[in-house]
C-alpha cells in the first residue's frame, strides 16, 4: 500500500525563481493539504485541495497557489522565491474531504532552499 | 496567545521511565487532537489522535484529552531511545464544510536516555 509521495526530496533555487513541488497522496485518499514547516517550528497550513478545488487556505500570499489532478495528486506552486521561503514543505493526505475522525498521513517533504 | 502550545523542551527521561507531553489549544471548538512524531530530518508520522474526554491507550503510548480545560497529553511509558524525536501536538477545529486543517503546536524535544 503506497504512501504519500512526494517530489522532489530536495531542491535549491535564487530568489525570484520559481518552483513546482509533487504529492501523489495515500492509496484510496482523495484530499491534499500542503504544509510549509521552518526549522525548530510546527508544520504551517498552506491550503488543502479536494475534488479539484481549494477548499481551504491558510495565511500565504498569492504567490503560493496549487492544483489537483483528476488522479487527485497534486502540485504546489511559488513563484518569486524569496529568502524566507526556505523551508520543509509537507504533503498530507486524508479521505473524504475532512471530517471528524479523518487523519492526516504526511509524505517524506521536500526540502527548499532559496539562495 | 498561540493557538496550540507545547513546552518546547528538551524532556529528558531515562530509559523505562514515563515520558508525559503537554499541549494547550486556545479554540473551545476543537473537535480532533493529533500527536505526530517526527525524528530530525524527517517528515511527522502519526502515532495517535483522540476526539473523545478521557483516555486512549495504543500499546506504550496514551494520550488524555480533557476538552473542559483545553488539555491533550500523550504519555509514553517504558520510554526507549528510540523515542526521542519531537512530538508534535495539532489540533483540528469544529467540522465545517468538511474542512481538515490542522493547526500545529511548535512541538516538544524528548531525549531519553540509557
Known amino acids: 500500500d503506497a504512501g504519500v509521495t512526494q517530489s522532489p526530496t530536495h531542491l535549491i533555487k535564487t530568489r525570484g525563481q520559481q518552483v513546482t513541488l509533487r504529492c501523489s497522496p495515500k492509496s484510496g485518499h482523495d484530499t491534499v493539504s500542503w504544509y510549509q514547516q521552518a526549522l525548530g517550528q510546527g508544520p504551517q497550513f498552506i491550503f488543502q485541495?479536494?475534488?479539484?478545488?481549494?477548499?481551504q487556505r491558510g495565511n500565504f500570499p498569492d504567490r503560493f497557489s496549487g492544483h489537483q489532478f483528476p488522479n487527485y495528486s497534486s502540485e504546489l506552486n511559488v513563484n518569486a522565491l524569496l529568502l524566507g521561503d526556505s523551508a520543509l514543505y509537507l504533503c498530507?493526505?486524508?479521505?473524504?474531504?475532512?471530517?471528524?475522525?479523518?487523519?492526516?498521513?504526511f509524505g517524506d517533504g521536500t526540502r527548499l532552499s532559496i539562495l | 496567545q498561540k493557538e496550540v502550545e507545547q513546552n518546547s523542551g528538551p524532556l529528558s527521561v531515562p530509559e523505562g521511565a514515563i515520558a508525559s507531553l503537554n499541549c494547550t489549544y486556545s479554540?473551545?471548538?476543537?473537535?480532533?487532537f493529533f500527536w505526530y512524531r517526527q525524528y530530525s530530518g524527517k517528515s511527522p508520522e502519526l502515532i495517535m489522535f483522540i476526539y473523545s474526554n478521557g483516555d486512549k491507550e495504543d500499546g506504550r503510548f496514551t494520550a488524555q484529552l480533557n476538552k473542559a480545560s483545553q488539555y491533550v497529553s500523550l504519555l509514553i511509558r517504558d520510554s526507549q531511545p528510540s523515542d526521542s524525536a519531537t512530538y508534535l501536538c495539532a489540533v483540528k477545529g469544529p467540522f465545517s464544510g468538511g474542512y481538515n486543517k490542522l493547526i500545529f503546536g511548535a512541538g516538544t524535544r524528548l531525549a531519553v536516555h540509557p
Open positions: 498530507a493526505s486524508s479521505l473524504g474531504g475532512g471530517g471528524d475522525g479523518q487523519p492526516q498521513h
Open positions: 479554540d473551545r471548538g476543537s473537535q480532533s
Open positions: 485541495y479536494y475534488e479539484e478545488e481549494e477548499r
